[in-house]
Every structure is written in C-alpha cells, then in structure tokens.
C-alpha cells in the first residue's frame, strides 16, 4: 500500500509567479491535511479537507492561498503570486479517519 | 490559542543511554501523537494514544498519555545511532468540534554518539 505522495518534492519560483503542490492521500483514506514548515520549527496546521468539501481552513492565510480536493485526483494546495516569506516545507497527511494522520515527504517551495 | 510545549530542544546522549521527552500544554487533548522526523523527509508515525493513561509501546519506545490529559511523554530504552532524527509530539485538542487538526511541539533533536 502505497504512502502519501506529494509532488513535486522540490519547487523553485520567483516572486510572483504561482505554486501549485500536489498531495494524492494513501488509499482509502478520505480526509487530507495540509501543513506548513519553517526551518527548525514544528508543523502549523494550514487546511483540512474531504472529497470536494474544505472543512476547516482556519490556518490559511486569507490572500494567495486556497486548497481543493476534487472528486478524481489529488488534492492541490495553490499560492498564487508567492512572496519570499512563503519559502517552507509544505506537508499533506491523510487519515481515514480524523486522528491517526499519516504525512508525505513534503514539498520544499523556495521563492527567489 | 493552544500550544505544545515540547522539551528538552535537543538531547546529546551516548549511543545504549535511555532517552525521555516531554509535551505539555495548559490545554486538553483528546489524542497524542509522536512523530519522528529525518533531515528532508516527512514526520513518521511512531506512537498513537487515544485515552487519558494510556502506556503503548512499539519496539523499543514507550509513549503514555498523560491522566489529566494534558501531557504526553516518550521514552527511548537503548539508543542507536539510528534514532538520530527530530521527535515530534503532537495532539487533537479537545473539544475538537469537526476539525482533525492537529497542534504540533517545536521538536526535540536527538544525537546520538556511537
């Protein structure tokens, strides 16, 4: 059984320009959770999500930021127009149900 | 809001030394978890606790969820060089409403010296 996948891992844009990353939960699992990591600090909770549904986003930034999870597909977090203070691992986890989350390798968004 | 107070920061320890950690927080949690971490990579799934008292073990970490609910340690019995990484508490605060979200510690960093 596969783990969470995220992509890409890796991910370099200039000012500006948008990020899109990519997180396809394990299977069977229906909820998803997107975090934030800065450098030598624990994980801040972004969103939770189901299928087409966001359940809470209380930790995303009112501007630039906005999540999905369609029916078909993987879920999408996308930061449009990113500033240099947006440079930070980004992690999905999934669960099938709301305790037990289990992370993928991240994505690490610089922002020259 | 609440917060996870994650201790020591960081441990140095001989490789066969028993490693302790601590989260607390003013608040109550309905499930603690602890995560380890490698240098790029996603925090890993070590030990899940779903009730007040409860002591889980897995291989050689023993992890309990604290009775007033608003604490969790993890112990380590005989380090290797392996254990290496960044140890993560994190908890479901309670009441939890219809969010799964969950408030993650800074991190405690282990060494270990062969």
């Known amino acids: 059984n596969a783990g969470v996948m995220q992509n890409p891992r890796h991910l370099v844009r200039r000012r500006g320009q948008e990020a899109r990353l990519r997180c396809s939960p394990m299977?069977?699992?229906?909820?998803v959770y997107w975090y934030r990591q800065l450098p030598e600090e624990g994980l801040k909770f972004m969103v939770y999500?189901?299928?087409?549904?966001?359940?809470?986003e209380s930790g995303m930034p009112k501007e630039r930021f906005s999540a999905e999870f369609p029916k078909e597909g993987p879920s999408i977090l996308r930061i449009q127009q990113v500033v240099r203070g947006d440079s930070a691992a980004y992690f999905c986890?999934?669960?099938?149900?709301?305790?037990?989350?289990?992370f993928g390798p991240g994505t690490r968004l610089l922002v020259l | 809001g609440q917060q996870l107070n994650q201790s020591p920061q960081s441990m140095f320890i001989q490789e066969g030394e028993d490693v302790s950690m601590n989260c607390t927080s003013s608040s109550i949690f309905n499930t603690w978890l602890w995560y380890k971490q490698d240098p790029g990579e996603g925090p890993v799934l070590l030990i899940a606790?779903?009730?007040?008292?409860e002591l889980t073990s897995n291989g050689r970490l023993t992890a309990q969820f604290g009775i007033t609910r608003k604490d969790s340690f993890l112990n380590i019995s005989a380090s290797i060089p392996s254990d290496v990484g960044i140890y993560f508490c994190?908890?479901?605060?309670?009441?939890?409403?219809?969010?799964?979200?969950?408030?993650f510690g800074q991190g405690t960093t282990l060494q270990v010296k062969p």
């Open positions: 606790l779903y009730k007040a008292g």
């Open positions: 299977k069977g699992h229906s909820h």
């Open positions: 994190a908890g479901q605060p309670s009441p939890s409403g219809n969010t799964g979200k969950l408030i």
């Open positions: 986890a999934s669960s099938p149900l709301k305790e037990t989350q289990y």
């Open positions: 999500l189901q299928k087409e549904n966001i359940i809470d």
